[in-house]
């Protein structure tokens, strides 16, 4: 069975760093992108950025870009999504999600990770 | 930035009866690269509808796509209990990034 699974919630305060990761099995982990979307409460989705296990190749949404980084682990097929420095707007739900094509990141998303929460509270 | 508004923001009906979601694009969409998504509360969105009119594997045949250029519908041809939800659209042909519509929230009426 294809899948994503995500690290579990997370609870931290303003200024604390965090990385959340994202684990796909099942399929070729290096020959697909993985991206990130973000849906903070009661509200829509938001694209952060995709990556490459392949060979890291990496894009950000102009949003998210400097706000985060996102990185892969080929080795342990698992991409990860990380702050250095958390806001209390960060508070959210982040999702990743793999699109439908091999090496396409042109692509819908067609398999969806359980969802992170983070939440940023002091 | 392709921005992608969807239409209306709520719409009430009751099972058995049909729905059209709107999704339009500030411009046109690469090779019709739009989306539809479903998602209910606590879960992650569920891909419906790729290439503007392509069922995803799985989706039954009432979930219908349409539409090119800027202006895109999701129809729901006779509404099950279970398609009450939040629809998103996406449009992934002009990234980065992709960008979502703000959703339209189908509720029983």
């Known amino acids: 069975e294809v899948q994503l699974v995500q690290s579990g919630a997370e609870v931290k305060k303003p200024g604390e760093s965090l990385k959340i990761s994202c684990k796909g099995s099942?399929?070729?982990?290096?020959?697909?992108?993985i991206g990130w979307v973000r849906q903070m409460p009661g509200k829509g989705l938001e694209w952060m950025g995709i990556i490459y296990p392949g060979d890291s190749d990496t894009r950000y949404s102009p949003s998210f870009q400097g706000q985060v980084t996102i990185s892969a682990d080929k080795s342990i097929s698992t991409a990860y999504l990380q702050w250095s420095s958390l806001k209390a707007s960060d508070t959210a739900m982040y999702y990743c999600a793999r699109p439908r094509g091999e090496w396409l990141f042109h692509d819908a998303f067609d398999i969806w990770g359980q969802g992170t929460m983070v939440t940023v509270s002091s | 930035e392709i921005v992608l508004t969807q239409s209306p923001g709520t719409l009430s009906l009751s099972p058995g009866e049909r729905a059209t979601l709107s999704c339009r694009a500030s411009?046109?969409?690469?090779?019709?690269?739009l989306a539809w998504y479903q998602q209910k509360p606590g879960q992650a969105p569920r891909l419906l509808i790729y290439g503007a009119s392509s069922r995803a594997t799985g989706i039954p045949d009432r979930f219908s796509g349409s539409g090119s250029g800027t202006d895109f519908t999701l129809t729901i041809s006779r509404l099950e209990p279970e398609d009450f939800a939040v629809y998103y659209c996406?449009?992934?042909?002009?990234?980065?990034?992709?960008?979502f519509g703000q959703g339209t929230k189908l509720e029983i009426k």
């Open positions: 411009q046109s969409v690469s090779s019709s690269y």
């Open positions: 099942g399929y070729s982990f290096t020959s697909y992108w």
């Open positions: 996406q449009q992934y042909g002009s990234s980065p990034p992709d960008t």
